[in-house]
């Protein structure tokens, strides 16, 4: 049984940081890709960033480059540090995880419920 358990979310003004968790209960989660995904109401869920099996690869949307660091540790668990949030960066994150290093959601095999994150102006 799979699941995918986000954490850290919440309300914080512009150019303000926040520090995403997911735990993971994947018996092989070194062999799993591990994904942030960003859904805005009423839009689309997008890529945000991505870090391969070994966390020597990380990937990210040009939108969040030299802003958000993604990370993983052998406890199982994916972060996300948010530096310098614009309102723009608001939605629910989701964390997934994927064999195979892509950038799109209709290639992760499994989801988290998602944590609400919502940056003022």
């Known amino acids: 049984q799979v699941q995918l358990v986000e954490s850290g979310g919440g309300l914080v003004q512009a150019g303000g940081s926040l520090k995403l968790s997911c735990a993971a209960s994947i018996r092989t989660f070194s062999t799993y890709v591990m994904g942030w995904f960003r859904q805005a109401p009423t839009k689309e869920r997008v890529f945000v960033a991505a870090?391969?099996?070994?966390?020597?690869?990380t990937y990210y949307a040009d939108s969040v480059k030299g802003r958000f660091t993604i990370s993983r540790d052998k406890a199982k668990n994916t972060y996300l540090q948010m530096n310098s949030l614009k309102p723009e960066d608001t939605g629910v994150y989701y964390c997934?995880?994927?064999?195979?290093?892509?950038?799109?959601?209709?290639?992760?095999?499994?989801w988290g419920q998602g944590t609400q994150v919502t940056v003022s102006s």
């Open positions: 997934a995880a994927s064999r195979n290093l892509r950038t799109f959601p209709q290639s992760y095999d499994y």
């Open positions: 870090i391969g099996w070994s966390a020597g690869s």
